[in-house]
């Protein structure tokens, strides 16, 4: 989990999914609203300017005609125009110019310089008799109209700043880039906010499926309260249903089969050991067969007895019966009872009165199956000792066979694994393979672990380990010493 | 006439096989096939060793065991299904001496039988005098224990349990040695035939079994006789 990506994981992609379509939605609506906004704004400004524009030419043109008839020259040149021009800014504060003749050019602001750089809108006015457009003036946007005046031969401009409104629309442009920046942000949020929400269930899942996975069918997966995933709820607490019994099922078609085993097991017990006695007084070749007739039956009834072991084991059925014993006279007995005079028992002196607190019979069944896993595999155990680390006391079979491959070190424990890298070990009778997995149960019943290397002495062979935790009472009691 | 073995078991071919066995080694064998019938046949004439099925049909392995210790001494073998279960205790709180699991081997029934009998007839005398502790008088040869003068009746493993504990008063005796001088086990016997004994042994020889005066635990590794 934790070498996957963050931005992989399912509630990242979420967030960041809603925060780009949040962004992009925003700021798609904000761009727009903004301009038509400023399309709207403009052409009212405009419009509006515009009409002032026609009055005060019609006002320009009514005085200057007067003025002109009274006495004012062709030219103009007796009559002052920019005072006319200058009365008509006193409310708006537009600015005017008259170019009079197609030559004379008369402005109380001097605007004419900047209407010269615009010569479209002078020839507008001469084609349509009146033309407007946005100019610059000094780096401010400004509106320009231009209205042809026949009668007396001149063309009045009037130009008003658009610097309100553009700074109107800057405020409006501010506010909407703030609005949609927040509005991707609030999505993100809520893309984050409803991705965990969404997941939440998931979270549920999962913990339900590790319990699961840890053997506790009982576990119900509560999703009523979300109509979407009741559903999901109810199915998947059906499938564990299902499997749950399921499993049941088979664990107790094992038990079941391990027990009606033991009628028919008995009979031939008991046949057996008859024929076994009168073996002597039959011909060669029955005995021949009563040997391996005996021999397989004893296998057999082994295996049923570790099937059953298991069975229960899986069932949770299994009481350990505690006591206390001292570990040396227990490895004696097991030794004794193992009947390998090559094997040697090594302790450090200071521990030979330890007293360990186990299931004496498991035990001794851990230690007779790790003793037999080295005569089959590894030509025999060579050595047992047990030593204290801390709390714990590490009890070690070793043999001098060919060992453990690393990659077969935790399968060993596992049930019917059997080496299989040891080529031509695996005689006729090498039993099946539960052996090491019940030694792998039994450990773990005590709360201890069990384990395998290579020896650490550096002679090949394999070195199995098995590690109980050491209870209070380890120093031998004074009396059990008489 | 030779020892004889009553035999408790509903399965007809394996009552026919451990009968054959049985006779093998040199037994006589009386079987039947029900609880009823075997307390019949038990009452009628009484077998020196009981050998009981625990799963039986109509009254079971236990209800056989305890009717017949309320009349009997005899020793009592249960065949259990399982060894870690309760049917062992079980079995052992109704008054068996001894319990195997199926399948056993017949021979090691022969053993534990014969073990039981050695109990009963041939307690070498001479290794315990009479002695007395406190109430209780044990008088070995007789095969009786008298606490303040009144008999007590004790089962013969309850008996030979008693002897041994009384050989040396204040001895621990771990539960392995008692399995092997009581029962004829080796090291591995189940602890659970002593423990279970001990108790079976306090509700008779003391006042107050629940805070034991004689038959004391000495601190889970043994018991011992306190004189």
Same mark, same amino acid.
């Given at each position: 989990?934790?070498?996957?990506?963050?931005?992989?994981?399912?509630?990242?992609?979420?967030?960041?999914?809603?925060?780009?379509?949040?962004?992009?939605?925003?700021?798609?609506?904000?761009?727009?609203?903004?301009?038509?906004?400023?399309?709207?704004?403009?052409?009212?400004?405009?419009?509006?300017?515009?009409?002032?524009?026609?009055?005060?030419?019609?006002?320009?043109?009514?005085?200057?005609?007067?003025?002109?008839?009274?006495?004012?020259?062709?030219?103009?040149?007796?009559?002052?125009?920019?005072?006319?021009?200058?009365?008509?800014?006193?409310?708006?504060?537009?600015?005017?110019?008259?170019?009079?003749?197609?030559?004379?050019?008369?402005?109380?602001?001097?605007?004419?310089?900047?209407?010269?750089?615009?010569?479209?809108?002078?020839?507008?006015?001469?084609?349509?008799?009146?033309?407007?457009?946005?100019?610059?003036?000094?780096?401010?946007?400004?509106?320009?109209?231009?209205?042809?005046?026949?009668?007396?031969?001149?063309?009045?401009?009037?130009?008003?700043?658009?610097?309100?409104?553009?700074?109107?629309?800057?405020?409006?442009?501010?506010?909407?880039?703030?609005?949609?920046?927040?509005?991707?942000?609030?999505? &993100?949020?809520?893309?984050?906010?409803?991705?965990?929400?969404?997941?939440?269930?998931?979270?549920?899942?999962?913990?339900?499926?590790?319990?699961?996975?840890?053997?506790?069918?009982?576990?119900?997966?509560?999703?009523?309260?979300?109509?979407?995933?009741?559903?999901?709820?109810?199915?998947?607490?059906?499938?564990?249903?299902?499997?749950?019994?399921?499993?049941?099922?088979?664990?107790?078609?094992?038990?079941?089969?391990?027990?009606?085993?033991?009628?028919?097991?008995?009979?031939?017990?008991?046949?057996?050991?008859?024929?076994?006695?009168?073996?002597?007084?039959?011909?060669?070749?029955?005995?021949? &067969?009563?040997?391996?007739?005996?021999?397989?039956?004893?296998?057999?009834?082994?295996?049923?007895?570790?099937?059953?072991?298991?069975?229960?084991?899986?069932?949770?059925?299994?009481?350990?019966?505690?006591?206390?014993?001292?570990?040396?006279?227990?490895?004696?007995?097991?030794?004794?009872?193992?009947?390998?005079?090559?094997? @040697?028992?090594?302790?450090?002196?200071?521990?030979?009165?330890?007293?360990?607190?186990?299931?004496?019979?498991?035990?001794?069944?851990?230690?007779?199956? @790790?003793?037999?896993?080295?005569?089959?595999?590894?030509?025999?155990?060579?050595?047992?000792?047990?030593?204290?680390?801390?709390?714990?006391?590490?009890?070690?079979?070793?043999?001098?066979?060919?060992?453990?491959?690393?990659?077969?070190?935790?399968?060993?424990?596992?049930?019917?694994?059997?080496?299989?890298?040891?080529?031509?070990?695996?005689?006729?009778?090498?039993?099946?393979?539960?052996? @090491?997995?019940?030694?792998?149960?039994?450990?773990?019943?005590?709360?201890?672990?069990?384990?395998?290397?290579?020896?650490?002495?550096?002679?090949?062979?394999?070195?199995?380990?098995?590690?109980?935790?050491?209870?209070?009472?380890?120093?031998?009691?004074?009396?059990?010493?008489? | 006439?030779?020892?004889?073995?009553?035999?408790?078991?509903?399965?007809?071919?394996?009552?026919?096989?451990?009968?054959?066995?049985?006779?093998?080694?040199?037994?006589?064998?009386?079987?039947?096939?029900?609880?009823?019938?075997?307390?019949?046949?038990?009452?009628?004439?009484?077998?020196?060793?009981?050998?009981?099925?625990?799963?039986?049909?109509?009254?079971?392995?236990?209800?056989?065991?305890?009717?017949?210790?309320?009349?009997?001494?005899?020793?009592?073998?249960?065949?259990?299904?399982?060894?870690?279960?309760?049917?062992?205790?079980?079995?052992?709180?109704?008054?068996?001496?001894?319990?195997?699991?199926?399948?056993?081997?017949?021979?090691?029934?022969?053993?534990?039988?014969?073990?039981?009998?050695?109990?009963?007839?041939?307690?070498?005398?001479?290794?315990?005098?009479?002695?007395?502790?406190?109430?209780?008088?044990?008088?070995?040869?007789?095969?009786?224990?008298?606490?303040?003068?009144?008999?007590?009746?004790?089962?013969?493993?309850?008996?030979?349990?008693?002897?041994?504990?009384?050989?040396?008063?204040?001895?621990?005796?771990?539960?392995?040695?008692?399995?092997?001088?009581?029962?004829?086990?080796?090291?591995?016997?189940?602890?659970?035939?002593?423990?279970?004994?001990?108790?079976?042994?306090?509700?008779?020889?003391?006042?107050?079994?629940?805070?034991?005066?004689?038959?004391?635990?000495?601190?889970?590794?043994?018991?011992?006789?306190?004189?």
């Amino acid at each position: 989990m934790s070498r996957q990506r963050w931005w992989r994981g399912l509630r990242a992609r979420v967030t960041v999914a809603y925060a780009v379509g949040s962004l992009l939605l925003s700021f798609t609506v904000a761009g727009a609203t903004f301009a038509l906004a400023r399309a709207q704004l403009l052409e009212a400004a405009e419009s509006q300017h515009r009409e002032q524009a026609y009055t005060n030419a019609k006002s320009l043109r009514a005085n200057l005609q007067t003025a002109l008839e009274e006495g004012g020259s062709a030219d103009g040149s007796q009559v002052d125009i920019n005072a006319f021009l200058a009365n008509l800014s006193r409310f708006n504060g537009s600015q005017q110019a008259l170019l009079l003749n197609e030559s004379t050019w008369y402005s109380p602001f001097t605007i004419q310089d900047q209407l010269q750089g615009y010569p479209q809108l002078i020839d507008g006015t001469r084609r349509w008799s009146v033309a407007d457009m946005r100019i610059d003036v000094a780096g401010t946007v400004s509106y320009a109209v231009g209205i042809r005046l026949d009668s007396i031969n001149a063309t009045y401009f009037e130009v008003r700043s658009l610097a309100d409104l553009e700074s109107t629309l800057s405020s409006l442009r501010a506010i909407l880039i703030g609005v949609a920046t927040l509005a991707s942000g609030a999505g &993100a949020a809520f893309g984050y906010y409803s991705a965990r929400r969404a997941l939440t269930p998931l979270s549920r899942i999962s913990t339900a499926a590790s319990a699961i996975a840890d053997g506790d069918f009982t576990m119900k997966l509560d999703l009523e309260d979300d109509r979407d995933l009741a559903l999901l709820g109810s199915a998947f607490n059906n499938m564990v249903d299902a499997v749950g019994h399921r499993i049941e099922r088979e664990r107790q078609f094992t038990s079941d089969v391990s027990h009606e085993l033991r009628s028919p097991l008995m009979t031939l017990t008991a046949s057996v050991e008859v024929l076994e006695r009168r073996k002597d007084s039959l011909p060669d070749v029955a005995q021949q &067969a009563i040997e391996l007739l005996s021999h397989d039956l004893d296998r057999f009834q082994r295996l049923v007895q570790d099937l059953l072991e298991i069975s229960r084991m899986e069932a949770g059925a299994v009481q350990l019966q505690i006591s206390q014993f001292l570990l040396i006279e227990f490895l004696e007995n097991v030794m004794t009872q193992s009947r390998n005079p090559g094997l @040697l028992m090594n302790f450090s002196p200071g521990d030979s009165d330890l007293v360990v607190s186990a299931d004496k019979r498991r035990l001794a069944q851990v230690m007779t199956n @790790l003793i037999e896993n080295a005569e089959k595999y590894g030509g025999g155990a060579t050595g047992i000792s047990y030593e204290v680390v801390d709390d714990d006391v590490q009890i070690v079979v070793e043999d001098n066979g060919p060992g453990v491959p690393a990659e077969e070190r935790d399968r060993i424990f596992e049930r019917f694994a059997r080496m299989g890298g040891v080529a031509g070990n695996r005689a006729a009778d090498a039993g099946f393979g539960l052996g @090491l997995s019940l030694v792998g149960e039994h450990v773990r019943l005590h709360g201890g672990q069990v384990w395998v290397t290579d020896r650490i002495d550096g002679q090949h062979g394999a070195r199995f380990v098995v590690q109980l935790p050491l209870g209070p009472d380890r120093a031998l009691h004074e009396e059990m010493a008489s | 006439m030779g020892t004889k073995i009553l035999t408790v078991e509903d399965d007809e071919r394996i009552r026919q096989a451990v009968t054959l066995a049985l006779e093998e080694e040199g037994w006589d064998v009386v079987e039947a096939a029900t609880g009823e019938r075997a307390l019949e046949t038990f009452i009628a004439s009484p077998a020196d060793v009981v050998l009981i099925d625990i799963m039986l049909p109509g009254i079971d392995g236990f209800e056989v065991c305890r009717s017949i210790r309320r009349t009997s001494d005899v020793p009592i073998i249960m065949v259990t299904a399982r060894s870690d279960t309760h049917d062992v205790v079980a079995g052992l709180e109704a008054g068996a001496d001894d319990y195997l699991t199926k399948p056993f081997a017949p021979k090691e029934l022969s053993a534990r039988i014969r073990a039981m009998l050695r109990r009963v007839r041939a307690h070498e005398p001479g290794t315990l005098e009479r002695t007395k502790i406190g109430e209780l008088e044990i008088s070995p040869d007789e095969g009786m224990v008298l606490r303040n003068g009144e008999e007590l009746h004790l089962t013969k493993t309850e008996f030979k349990l008693l002897v041994e504990l009384a050989s040396q008063p204040g001895k621990v005796f771990s539960r392995e040695v008692l399995l092997e001088r009581v029962w004829g086990y080796d090291y591995f016997g189940d602890g659970r035939l002593v423990d279970v004994h001990i108790r079976r042994l306090r509700t008779k020889v003391e006042a107050d079994p629940a805070s034991p005066r004689y038959v004391v635990t000495s601190r889970g590794l043994g018991y011992k006789l306190q004189p």
